[in-house]
């Protein structure tokens, strides 16, 4: 079993400081983790993602994340937030070759000028 | 390079009636996978299709059911709908490896049941 824990349903920063949406993960097996951006009447985008090459991955629009395997923990960061940041984030997992991938709840990022 | 459509984009369906909901791959990806994502919430994985079988499944009950054709466009059908199957359904193509190279998602049909 599977399953992915965001810690924070909202996250409220101001233009300029750093961004942590933070996520959990917990897997019977190795998991490849991603992060993806949901903005309003949009699809999905594709961040970054670990797949156990480098354990600190670096994606799209300046978005890194860490995996730690000890604390089960796939934190995504920015340094400095852009009002375009704004959006919704989902930490996803998905366990090798089972083709079934699991979705956090989310976390709704705001952005204040 | 083409990205993930979805048809129709908007949907409204009576309860008890059946729907059809069709996706096209991004070209030279051969895996899709669909989801339902309710108000609010993140997507809850429905199934996977690779080489037009079933590779994976979510825990939805036997009502929906899905296909993929030679040319990895893809339909998910639900059967019986009801209430609580309103929500935006999403179809994502892959590699054949999704969890290496990640999914193309498609914008979603918004599936309102009445």
């Known amino acids: 079993a599977q399953s992915v824990t965001q810690l924070d349903s909202h996250v409220s920063v101001s233009e300029g400081t750093p961004v942590l949406l933070r996520c959990n993960y917990s897997s019977s097996y190795s998991p490849s983790l991603f992060w993806y951006v949901q903005h309003p009447n949009k699809g999905l985008q594709l961040l970054l993602k670990y797949t156990s090459a480098a354990t600190l991955v670096k994606g799209i629009n300046g978005f890194e994340a860490e995996f730690k395997k000890s604390e089960t923990s796939f934190h995504l960061t920015k340094p400095s937030a852009h009002m375009s940041d704004a959006a919704e984030y989902f930490c996803v997992v998905i366990i090798t070759n089972a083709g079934k991938s699991t979705f956090g709840d989310g976390t709704t990022l705001t952005v204040k000028p | 390079e083409t990205g993930v459509t979805q048809s129709p984009t908007h949907l409204i369906k009576t309860r008890g009636q059946q729907v059809t909901l069709r996706c096209s791959s991004q070209s030279g990806h051969n895996t899709v996978s669909w989801y339902q994502q309710a108000l609010g919430q993140g997507p809850q994985f429905i199934f996977q299709?690779?080489?037009?079988?079933?590779?994976g499944r979510g825990n939805f009950p036997p009502r929906f059911s899905g296909l993929q054709f030679p040319n990895y466009s893809s339909e998910l059908n639900v059967n019986a709908l009801e209430l609580d199957d309103s929500a935006l359904y999403l179809c994502?193509?892959?590699?054949?490896?999704?969890?290496?190279?990640?999914?193309?998602f498609g914008s979603g049909t918004r599936l309102t049941v009445v």
């Open positions: 994502a193509s892959s590699l054949v490896r999704g969890e290496d190279y990640g999914y193309t």
């Open positions: 299709y690779y080489r037009e079988e079933e590779n």
